[in-house]
């Protein structure tokens, strides 16, 4: 049977991204990393998603690294910043390096930042418990 090769990717990277959003709430993660990969390759933003997916396969590293990516990429990101510190505060390291993440999650974006004050709040509560 003849196989069909496409060239080039007709979807935008936005839409690989949406369309990972759509997998990832069907709880399809694979494919919702498949198409976070594909938006990376043009659009920043992606690497806080595929920290996401990887934080929920318990892929805590790799996590890591593709939230780093994501803020290296674009440092006005404040997801980026929170998850971090979430990721750090779930794992209960790097905590010092968790809060001052979770401040400057708050500064990038004051609209949000009851839910990085939420973060901010566990984090220091853990570094002051015994």
Do not use: C
Request: aromatic share 10%; no cysteine.
């Amino acid at each position: 049977m003849p196989r069909i090769i496409v060239l080039n990717d007709p979807l935008t990277p936005e839409e690989h991204l949406n369309l990972g959003v759509s997998y990832e709430h069907n709880n399809e993660l694979d494919a919702a990393e498949r198409e976070y990969e594909a938006a990376a390759k043009n659009l920043p933003a992606a690497f806080l998603y595929l920290g996401n997916i990887s934080f929920r396969k318990g892929k805590y590293e790799e996590a890591e690294e593709y939230y780093r990516k994501a803020i290296e990429q674009d440092g006005s990101d404040a997801d980026a910043f929170n998850n971090l510190a979430w990721l750090y505060y779930t794992q209960k390291r790097n905590l010092d390096e968790a809060e001052r993440l979770a401040v400057r999650a708050s500064e990038l974006n004051p609209a949000k930042a009851g839910i990085y004050r939420d973060t901010l709040e566990k984090i220091r509560s853990l570094k002051n418990s015994p």
